[in-house]
């Protein structure tokens, strides 16, 4: 079976149009993306040598409102992921309700390979080819995979140096120097707690004390999650990285794992627990499993041993459709990635907000008006998954695809 993304997409998008009954123009016209932009980047390498770079930027769907969504670097980019990560963005903007269609970018590079310079010239480089379709009213970039503040300050300074004026709102994740929100940098992590949390709540009556999580993955979504879990006295028995995973049964000290990471570039060089591999963190005995790396890790091949009992999608798409149907049968409560990692984009939604008003909230505020969000978001999908008996993601699907038909509808595209 293909684990292209692009076709894990469309078996989702066939899913929850099932459910509500949707007629097959609405999905015709949401298979496809409304635009993909292809380009190369010729970069000047610090030895003077010239190398070329692949990028790619799609706009899936514009109905709600401008595209959205990250830009990724990674070696194994390809333009059908970017294709998918966008049609994921209109999805899960939709089902938070937020005034934006869905967008995402990839640049086929190793960054880790890049030194500062270079990466800097990349960055701008890629803005170059682009930004003539980017704008606060037309496409909004923001962070994804390997892509940080610093990052987006580059491209929002290449962008205003080449439409000649201050546009802040045209890419979100920025420092807060240059117009970020407190607040963003946690937020694709504390809007998954927030989820879970509910999730617990209607599940056991209770809250998530003295349970057992272990997270794959520890770059901003992943950390940031193993902290608020932390907090919350949930004992964090496994992280892991690109490299490998950690293991304690004790539960692991969150803060002394992210200095190693952050001193060594690995959490493998905690020297205090057991080494596992990342196949083995996924299938371990925990109530709480959080994929929060790479897509399609949780395949048919795995997906019967997995133990937990709640899985927290903060990466996107890491389960394929195979794997859902064995986890449904299993009873395994999935908080889908649309629903489970929008907390990253709607505080870049606040982010802009701000960028546009010129008034700047403080970090109690965004975190709270991103609690309501992500409740209201919970809710609704809970209560579809009981009006039409079905799993978490076709039900996020259900409530996404409502608004995205009324939007197609009203702009007599269907
Ligand atoms: P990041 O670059 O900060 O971290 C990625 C982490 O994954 C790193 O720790 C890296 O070592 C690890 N990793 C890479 N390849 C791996 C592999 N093969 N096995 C195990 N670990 C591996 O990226 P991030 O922003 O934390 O994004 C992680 C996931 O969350 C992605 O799927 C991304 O699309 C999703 N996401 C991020 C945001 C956000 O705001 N940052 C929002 C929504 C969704």
Same mark, same amino acid.
């Given at each position: 079976?293909?684990?292209?993304?692009?076709?894990?997409?469309?078996r989702q998008?066939?899913n929850g149009?099932?459910v509500?009954?949707?007629?097959?123009?609405?999905?015709?016209?949401?298979?496809?993306?409304?635009?993909?932009?292809?380009?190369?980047?010729?970069?000047?390498?610090?030895?003077?040598?010239?190398?070329?770079?692949?990028?790619?930027?799609?706009?899936?769907?514009?109905?709600?409102?401008?595209?959205?969504?990250?830009?990724?670097?990674?070696?194994?980019?390809?333009?059908?992921?970017?294709?998918?990560?966008?049609?994921?963005?209109?999805?899960?903007?939709?089902?938070?309700?937020?005034?934006?269609? %869905? /967008?995402?970018?990839?640049? @086929?590079?190793?960054? &880790?390979?890049?030194?500062?310079?270079? #990466? $800097?010239?990349?960055?701008?480089?890629?803005?170059?080819?682009?930004?003539?379709?980017?704008?606060?009213?037309?496409?909004?970039?923001?962070?994804?995979?390997?892509?940080?503040?610093?990052?987006?300050?580059?491209?929002?300074?290449?962008?205003?140096?080449?439409?000649?004026?201050?546009?802040?709102?045209?890419?979100?994740?920025?420092?807060?120097?240059?117009?970020?929100?407190?607040?963003?940098?946690?937020?694709?992590?504390? %809007? /998954?707690?927030?989820?879970? @949390?509910?999730a617990? &709540?209607?599940k056991?009556?209770?809250? #998530? $004390?003295?349970?057992?999580?272990?997270?794959?993955?520890?770059?901003?979504?992943?950390?940031?999650?193993?902290?608020?879990?932390?907090?919350?006295?949930?004992?964090?028995?496994?992280?892991?990285?690109?490299?490998?995973?950690?293991?304690?049964?004790?539960?692991?000290?969150?803060?002394?794992?992210?200095?190693?990471?952050?001193?060594?570039?690995?959490?493998?060089?905690?020297?205090?627990?057991?080494?596992?591999?990342?196949?083995?963190?996924?299938?371990?005995?925990?109530?709480?499993l959080?994929?929060?790396?790479?897509?399609?890790?949780i395949t048919e091949?795995?997906a019967r041993?997995v133990?937990a009992k709640y899985i927290?999608e903060?990466?996107?798409?890491p389960i394929t459709p195979e794997a859902d149907d064995i986890l449904n049968e299993k009873g395994i409560f999935d908080l889908p990635?649309?629903?489970?990692?929008?907390?990253?984009?709607?505080?870049?939604?606040?982010?802009?907000?701000?960028?546009?008003?010129?008034?700047?909230?403080?970090?109690?505020?965004?975190?709270?008006?991103?609690?309501?969000?992500?409740?209201?978001?919970?809710?609704?999908v809970?209560?579809a998954m009981?009006?039409y008996k079905v799993p978490p993601r076709e039900a996020a699907y259900v409530?996404?695809?409502?608004?995205?038909?009324?939007?197609?509808?009203?702009?007599?595209?269907?």
């Amino acid at each position: 079976m293909s684990n292209n993304p692009y076709e894990t997409f469309i078996r989702q998008l066939e899913n929850g149009a099932k459910v509500l009954g949707i007629g097959r123009d609405v999905v015709e016209v949401l298979k496809e993306p409304e635009r993909v932009l292809e380009v190369s980047i010729p970069v000047k390498m610090d030895d003077g040598s010239v190398k070329v770079f692949k990028g790619w930027r799609s706009e899936h769907s514009t109905a709600l409102g401008p595209a959205k969504g990250g830009i990724r670097y990674h070696w194994n980019v390809t333009k059908d992921e970017v294709i998918a990560l966008s049609a994921w963005m209109s999805m899960k903007n939709a089902l938070m309700n937020l005034p934006y269609g %869905g /967008g995402k970018g990839g640049i @086929r590079v190793n960054p &880790k390979e890049l030194s500062d310079a270079e #990466l $800097e010239r990349l960055s701008r480089g890629f803005i170059d080819k682009i930004y003539k379709y980017l704008g606060p009213d037309q496409d909004v970039p923001a962070p994804d995979v390997y892509t940080n503040p610093k990052i987006m300050a580059w491209m929002l300074d290449e962008y205003e140096k080449l439409v000649g004026r201050k546009a802040p709102g045209v890419i979100t994740g920025k420092p807060i120097i240059v117009g970020g929100s407190l607040g963003r940098n946690h937020a694709t992590a504390l %809007g /998954g707690f927030f989820v879970l @949390r509910e999730a617990v &709540k209607v599940k056991e009556g209770k809250n #998530l $004390e003295g349970m057992t999580a272990a997270i794959q993955g520890f770059g901003n979504a992943g950390s940031h999650m193993a902290k608020f879990l932390a907090e919350a006295k949930v004992k964090v028995v496994a992280v892991s990285d690109s490299k490998g995973g950690i293991y304690d049964p004790n539960g692991l000290p969150i803060d002394e794992v992210k200095k190693v990471k952050s001193e060594t570039g690995s959490v493998v060089n905690f020297d205090k627990a057991e080494k596992i591999s990342n196949e083995e963190l996924l299938i371990l005995d925990v109530d709480i499993l959080v994929p929060a790396a790479l897509e399609n890790v949780i395949t048919e091949k795995n997906a019967r041993d997995v133990k937990a009992k709640y899985i927290v999608e903060l990466a996107n798409g890491p389960i394929t459709p195979e794997a859902d149907d064995i986890l449904n049968e299993k009873g395994i409560f999935d908080l889908p990635d649309i629903l489970a990692n929008a907390g990253g984009v709607t505080v870049s939604y606040f982010e802009w907000v701000q960028n546009r008003m010129g008034y700047y909230w403080d970090e109690e505020e965004v975190d709270a008006k991103l609690d309501k969000k992500m409740t209201k978001a919970f809710k609704e999908v809970y209560e579809a998954m009981e009006k039409y008996k079905v799993p978490p993601r076709e039900a996020a699907y259900v409530v996404a695809l409502r608004r995205l038909v009324e939007a197609l509808k009203s702009r007599a595209v269907v």
